[in-house]
């Protein structure tokens, strides 16, 4: 079935620092891809979205193309900020007629340390 | 433009109970969607309606249900609850079923079986 597997956290960063995320999916046809963050407390806010092969979505700093010959959507940000410590979630839409769902990862949690 | 709406924040319900969760959509959005978010499960669709009808359920026990009103407001109902059933419940928005371009989410509610 679809599925995605995000790396392991927690990912523990000093300001400034270079970040990735990884994130590979498996899907039958050709889904969207999102990138969604959760602060403490709080819902899940959508980070960025691409919806077909080679697309990149970028969004405060943050960006991630998708890659369907590695099926890979991997988060980057070329400088982090204590404020992006959050949980950081990869999905990906599953439609079925006229209906559909999000499958997530697991999450991983960021730390960014002053 | 209001977000996503999601009653009360915080609950807390003895095993046995009920527990009725309300939704509202971002205005003009008639799609909304039911996601369970546990440490050890992670993000788990629910349900999926839209134009009051159940379009898509996921892998829960029957005591979970849900409804949709004519004004695209939601509520979800666990009946017989569950220490497990503890959880945040978080609902999400979007123009239409099957959406290839991101849903919103509300804050959630958290619930905790005694």
């Known amino acids: 079935g679809d599925s995605v597997t995000q790396m392991e956290g927690p990912v523990t960063l000093s300001e400034e620092a270079f970040l990735t995320i990884n994130c590979t999916y498996t899907?039958?046809?050709?889904?969207?891809l999102f990138w969604y963050v959760q602060y403490p407390g709080e819902g899940l806010q959508l980070l960025l979205k691409?919806?077909?092969?080679?697309d990149k979505g970028s969004n405060k700093g943050f960006e991630a193309t998708y890659r369907k010959e590695t099926t890979s959507f991997h988060l980057e940000k070329g400088s982090v900020q204590v404020s992006d410590s959050a949980v950081y979630f990869c999905a990906l839409s599953v439609l079925t007629g006229n209906t559909g769902k999000l499958i997530f990862g697991q999450g991983t949690t960021l730390q960014v340390k002053p | 433009k209001a977000g996503v709406t999601q009653t009360p924040r915080y609950l807390i319900k003895t095993r046995g109970q009920q527990v009725t969760l309300s939704c509202s959509p971002i205005?003009?959005?008639?799609?909304v969607s039911w996601y369970q978010q546990t440490p050890g499960q992670g993000l788990q669709f629910l349900f999926e309606?839209?134009?009051?009808?159940?379009?898509n359920k996921g892998n829960f026990p029957g005591r979970f249900s849900g409804r949709q009103f004519s004004n695209s407001r939601s509520e979800m109902n666990v009946s017989t609850l569950e220490l497990g059933d503890s959880a945040l419940y978080l609902c999400?928005?979007?123009?239409?079923?099957?959406?290839?371009?991101?849903?919103?989410f509300g804050s959630g509610t958290r619930l905790t079986v005694v």
């Open positions: 691409a919806t077909k092969a080679d």
């Open positions: 999400a928005s979007s123009l239409t079923a099957a959406s290839n371009y991101g849903y919103t």
């Open positions: 205005s003009g959005h008639r799609s």
């Open positions: 899907a039958t046809g050709y889904p969207s």
């Open positions: 309606y839209f134009s009051e009808t159940q379009r």
